[in-house]
């Protein structure tokens, strides 16, 4: 428990500290890199959340794709010697983000949230760490004995969960129409960019 | 390590991200700023998805990944916008050999 909150810490100081310098750096191409850091940092976040996939999704497409991307938008549009000049509506702008902040802060702290129980928070982690792969081997059985799934129809509800599950079964429908705006925003870019 | 101190932090980084795509006028600097407020919610739906019980909990014990379901989501569709967005940068790079917020007023009048 200590040791996850020295990483929360370490964490939580890293990603903020990096997304100051993400928006006050003057130089683009320094803002560009201090946002993978960023990145990297929430990956480290969902690491702690017990939310592997998406931290390895967080990697690969976050600080890999889309940063890779923004350095090449960057090295092309050549408009570095600029920099990161603030517009007329910074000092507004400063204040509607710290009252947001402020607001956004009173609501995490003062709402009562309905949180997990004790065994419900260990047959939560149990499904968290099936998200990934389907638990399917002996030692899995037992582990999930230990989660606390008493009965055999329970067991293999917790077996079959996981995100592919999820995402293939109920959310079906989101899930095809995210492809078909993936695939609509891809051919959209390449028509934008495409020499007249 | 809390809920709380957790959704604090999602809550810094959008808020930093909101001052950022408001503030700049380089308009990668405004994409970036929205990726970071991205990252704000998802960590918000990656905690809650943790420690809050969702309705139904008894019947579909599945349901403590909802949140790690929107989550996916949200990367998706950040990756779309990062693409329709760098694409747009660049029609307006070509059109008027600057990235300033300030000079694109092509569709004003």
Partial sequence: MIFQDIVFWMLAVLSIGAALGVVLVKDLFRAALLLVVVFIAVAGFFVLLSAEFLAVVQVLIYAGAIAILIIFAIMLTRDVQHGNLPNRYHIPAATLAAVLLAVLIAVAVDTKWDLLGGQDQIKAQAVQTSAIRTLDSPGDLVSLEKAGFATEDERTAAQQAGLADLLIGDFVLPFEAVSLLLLAAVIGALALVRPR | ?109
């Fill in chain 2, 1 to 109: 390590m809390t809920l709380e101190s957790m959704m604090i932090v999602a809550a810094i980084l959008f808020c930093i991200g909101l001052y950022g795509s408001l503030a700049r006028r380089n308009v990668l600097m405004v994409l970036m700023s929205i990726e970071l407020m991205f990252n704000g919610v998802n960590l918000t739906l990656v905690a809650l998805a943790k420690y809050v019980a969702p309705a139904g909990i008894e019947e579909n014990i599945a349901a403590v990944l909802t949140g790690q379901v929107f989550a996916v989501f949200i990367i998706t569709v950040a990756a779309a916008e990062v693409a329709l967005g760098l694409g747009i940068v660049f029609a307006m790079y070509r059109n008027t050999e600057s990235v300033d917020l300030s000079n694109a007023t092509e569709l004003r009048n």
